[in-house]
């Protein structure tokens, strides 16, 4: 057998701590299917010092949970794994940028379609009132530039007052309805090749897609028309050594998908819609704990 590490929440932060062990033991069942165990660390304490990490052929921060809470010191410990140099996929220089949805301006800048964004140091009311016109839509989305798991984003109508603005540079979107029509889908890449696909709709009258929401989730036999396509160029885009990708994609007004985000930190991998239990992703594994040992 061989080990690895997975990094998970801080200890002392009660917010996840009913729902991480049971992702960890997904990831457990999935990784043991090619002999390979897993060793929980909190990623908060090894934010000065990563010699520990250092020990393990491969460290996976896949429940880093919490971290866009604390991210000064996210960037901080990232800077230290890199420095010592971890053996960590995805990469921490990914960590670091991937932690911002500022890179989704930079992908688009590539080519990547995306929605229209209007970036914001601090988000305001003018702001808000701003956008409509500027996207030419009744409805906007306000989000943080770091977040996770839709935290202090807004959906606001014209003329609707903001309250409770999220914190610091912010991005305003315009809202896409096919979020309640179609839904969100997200495609699994292990390795450079797609695993599975999902389909999330929220509740009747949301707009989160998440399971604390209600989201509703559905495997797909295969990626509609398109949407590969885009997971690809937005793969191309990134051109980074990643392990693990998850891209979530949305229809906008002329059907055409559009990138919402490319999960590279965290993401939830959906493993109860993977084929085997998420086999691909043990596999994808393997491959490169055994190019670390050639």
Known sequence: MTQIAVLTPDPSDPSYAGQWPGVLERLQAAL????ITVEPMAWTDHIEDGSALKAFLLVLPLIVWGYHRDHARWVKACATWEA???RMLNPPSVLTWNSDKSYLGRLAERGVAM???QWVEGVTQAD???????????????KPRVSGGAWQTLRLSRGEQMLGAPDGAAMIQPYLPSIETEGEISLLIFGGRLSHVVNKR???GDFRIQVQYGGQYVALPEPPEGAWDLAQRTLAAIDEDLLYARIDMARGPDGGWLLMEAELIEPDFYLGFAPEGGRRFAQAVKARLAQAAA
């Not at 043991?32 to 002999?35: H, Q, V, Y």
């Not at 808000?128 to 306000?142: C, K, P, Q, S």
């Open 32 to 35: 043991a299917t090619e002999g």
């Open 84 to 86: 010592a140099g971890v």
């Open 115 to 117: 929605p229209r964004t």
């Open 128 to 142: 808000v009132d701003a956008a409509f016109d500027r996207f030419g839509t009744d409805t906007v989305v306000v």
């Open 202 to 204: 929220p509740v009747n």
